[in-house]
């Protein structure tokens, strides 16, 4: 079965699922499809690049195409190339606001890897193609269409809905979250927020697993292992060569593995994919804090489920290491940089102790990270949002679960949780071939309608009125 026809059924399945309210008669999807992919491809052929960004080609095209639907926005910025945007649909005011957000900015390319232009936003075999089309533009056309859709439809709103289309996430937040957050906070202000972070996933025209991102590891960017000896000459080896110590310790962190420790969501995540596991996988889901065979488990989870595993814990990879400049010379520094990735509760200072006993040498220093995400609680699976998440799943798909989920990555989700916003993060069904970051980057175009209706019947569940 192709992945087009596979959504097709999706698609169809899920259209029929639908109940319409009495406020809110069923919408066209596929003509709101259709436009959806329109707008995408039109951003795709923004560049947005960043460095150096340039997210006001965004800002500005979607204020446009938000004035010809009458939604009021505006253009905020700390850098006049890279703006976000901030528009406002008003509901009666007896519930706080629903803030939907996406970013604006998309990572490099290398023109030369890609059989089709990375900005051109064609269209081949039921796909859009082009840098941005996962990661995160689709997901900012389906809002915007959301936004149209419920102007268009004069849907009486308990909650306004706040759609926040932010630069700068792939790596420069300071111009986007962290900017709007301190100095436009009352313009996003709101009780639940839905962001990217979550999947679909589907097998043979089924769709298996809703996950939503409750909650994601903290970044901590930026440390360094540096080792320090005393250069010489290649043919005197020291005991001190500062690559040998450097070595020793990297190879140290690199087979230590942090201690799992689960939270609301890891436990739920676990509990629910036991019920849908193959016999082995469930067994292990279930009993990875079994005191006889939990640690036993656990290493089976490090060598043969490592995105399960990394979910469970705070992560180490060593990712980048550089020494030396001659092949004579033994040199008087080398150093390792680590990607660690910190479970929200994670105390920084205690881990780093943790690792300079690890290495267990004076001459190896490990340094503080030089910039990371703000921590904070997990988003409720008792809230309102949550439940309306389920609830949709429930209707469009009812032989698949919902997965609340700790998502390993990093997104701008982090610094409204850290405000007290209950944020939750959704995806699309990823296509095998390329998707976030990669090579030839393209969205399904039935599956972008799918989650488009998604998307819609949860703003209408918990931002409508009664």
Same mark, same amino acid.
């Given at each position: 079965?192709?992945?087009?026809?596979?959504?097709?059924?999706? =698609?169809?399945?899920?259209?029929?699922?639908?109940?319409?309210?009495?406020? *809110?008669?069923?919408?066209?999807? +596929?003509?709101?499809?259709?436009?959806?992919?329109?707008?995408?491809?039109? =951003?795709?052929?923004?560049?947005?690049?960043?460095?150096?960004?340039?997210?006001?080609?965004?800002?500005?095209?979607?204020?446009?195409?938000?004035?010809?639907? $009458?939604?009021?926005?505006?253009?905020? *910025?700390?850098?006049?190339?890279?703006?976000?945007?901030?528009?406002?649909?008003?509901? @009666?005011?007896?519930? +706080?606001?629903?803030?939907?957000?996406?970013?604006?900015?998309?990572?490099?390319?290398?023109?030369? %890897?890609?059989?089709?232009?990375?900005?051109?936003?064609?269209?081949? $075999?039921?796909?859009?193609?082009?840098?941005?089309?996962?990661?995160?533009?689709?997901?900012?056309?389906?809002?915007?269409?959301?936004?149209?859709?419920?102007?268009?439809?004069?849907?009486?709103?308990?909650?306004?809905?706040?759609?926040? *289309?932010?630069?700068?996430?792939?790596?420069?937040?300071?111009?986007?979250? %962290?900017?709007?957050?301190?100095?436009?906070? @009352?313009?996003?202000?709101?009780?639940?927020?839905?962001?990217?972070?979550?999947?679909?996933?589907?097998?043979?025209?089924?769709?298996?697993?809703?996950?939503?991102?409750?909650?994601?590891?903290?970044?901590?960017?930026?440390?360094?292992?540096?080792?320090?000896?005393?250069?010489?000459?290649?043919?005197?080896?020291?005991? %001190?060569?500062?690559?040998?110590?450097?070595?020793?310790?990297?190879?140290?962190?690199?087979?230590?593995?942090?201690?799992?420790?689960?939270?609301?969501?890891?436990?739920?995540?676990?509990?629910?994919?036991?019920?849908?596991?193959?016999?082995?996988?469930?067994?292990?889901?279930?009993?990875?804090?079994?005191?006889?065979?939990? $640690?036993?488990?656990?290493?089976?989870?490090?060598?043969?489920?490592?995105?399960?595993?990394?979910?469970?814990?705070?992560?180490?990879?060593?990712?980048?290491?550089?020494?030396?400049? +001659?092949?004579?010379?033994?040199?008087?520094?080398?150093?390792?940089?680590?990607?660690?990735?910190?479970?929200?509760?994670?105390?920084?200072?205690?881990?780093?102790?943790?690792?300079?006993?690890?290495?267990?040498?004076?001459?190896?220093?490990?340094?503080?990270?030089?910039?990371?995400?703000?921590?904070?609680?997990?988003?409720?699976?008792?809230?309102?949002?949550?439940?309306?998440?389920?609830?949709?799943?429930?209707?469009?798909?009812?032989?698949?679960?919902?997965?609340?989920?700790? =998502?390993?990555?990093?997104?701008?989700?982090?610094?409204?949780?850290?405000?007290?916003?209950?944020?939750?993060?959704?995806?699309?069904?990823?296509?095998?071939?390329?998707?976030?970051?990669?090579?030839?980057?393209?969205?399904?175009? %039935?599956?972008?309608?799918?989650?488009?209706?998604? =998307?819609?019947?949860?703003?209408?569940?918990?931002?409508?009125?009664?």
């Amino acid at each position: 079965m192709t992945t087009r026809s596979l959504c097709t059924r999706l =698609l169809v399945a899920g259209m029929c699922g639908f109940v319409a309210t009495p406020h *809110a008669q069923a919408p066209d999807f +596929r003509q709101a499809r259709d436009e959806t992919v329109t707008l995408l491809q039109a =951003l795709i052929r923004l560049d947005t690049r960043s460095p150096p960004g340039n997210e006001t080609l965004v800002a500005e095209y979607v204020q446009r195409t938000l004035d010809a639907a $009458e939604i009021p926005s505006s253009i905020v *910025a700390l850098d006049a190339s890279r703006a976000n945007l901030i528009a406002r649909l008003k509901g @009666d005011g007896s519930k +706080r606001p629903l803030l939907l957000m996406a970013h604006t900015d998309v990572v490099g390319v290398d023109p030369a %890897d890609w059989s089709v232009a990375p900005l051109g936003g064609e269209i081949h $075999e039921g796909f859009v193609s082009g840098r941005g089309a996962s990661d995160d533009k689709g997901q900012l056309a389906a809002m915007v269409q959301v936004m149209r859709m419920l102007q268009r439809r004069q849907v009486p709103l308990a909650r306004d809905v706040i759609l926040l *289309a932010e630069s700068g996430e792939e790596g420069t937040t300071e111009v986007g979250i %962290d900017f709007v957050v301190e100095h436009h906070w @009352d313009a996003i202000d709101a009780e639940y927020a839905l962001n990217e972070g979550g999947r679909m996933s589907a097998t043979n025209g089924r769709v298996d697993t809703v996950s939503i991102a409750t909650t994601e590891k903290v970044p901590w960017r930026g440390i360094k292992l540096i080792a320090r000896g005393v250069a010489g000459h290649g043919s005197a080896p020291r005991l %001190d060569n500062a690559i040998v110590r450097l070595a020793n310790a990297v190879a140290k962190v690199g087979a230590f593995q942090p201690p799992m420790r689960l939270n609301e969501t890891t436990r739920a995540y676990l509990d629910r994919l036991a019920r849908i596991s193959p016999p082995e996988a469930a067994y292990r889901y279930r009993n990875v804090e079994d005191r006889r065979f939990g $640690e036993e488990i656990q290493e089976q989870l490090r060598r043969t489920d490592i995105d399960v595993n990394s979910m469970l814990r705070t992560s180490i990879s060593p990712n980048i290491i550089a020494g030396g400049f +001659r092949r004579n010379v033994i040199p008087a520094d080398a150093e390792a940089e680590l990607d660690i990735r910190a479970l929200p509760d994670e105390d920084l200072d205690q881990f780093l102790n943790t690792l300079r006993d690890l290495i267990d040498d004076p001459a190896v220093e490990v340094t503080r990270p030089t910039s990371m995400r703000p921590a904070a609680p997990p988003s409720s699976l008792d809230s309102e949002m949550f439940q309306a998440l389920e609830r949709v799943q429930a209707e469009m798909f009812p032989e698949a679960i919902t997965l609340p989920t700790m =998502l390993v990555a990093s997104t701008d989700s982090a610094q409204m949780r850290a405000r007290g916003v209950q944020t939750y993060g959704l995806g699309m069904i990823r296509d095998d071939l390329s998707g976030v970051h990669g090579t030839d980057e393209r969205l399904s175009i %039935d599956g972008l309608g799918l989650f488009l209706q998604y =998307l819609y019947r949860v703003v209408v569940e918990v931002a409508g009125a009664d």
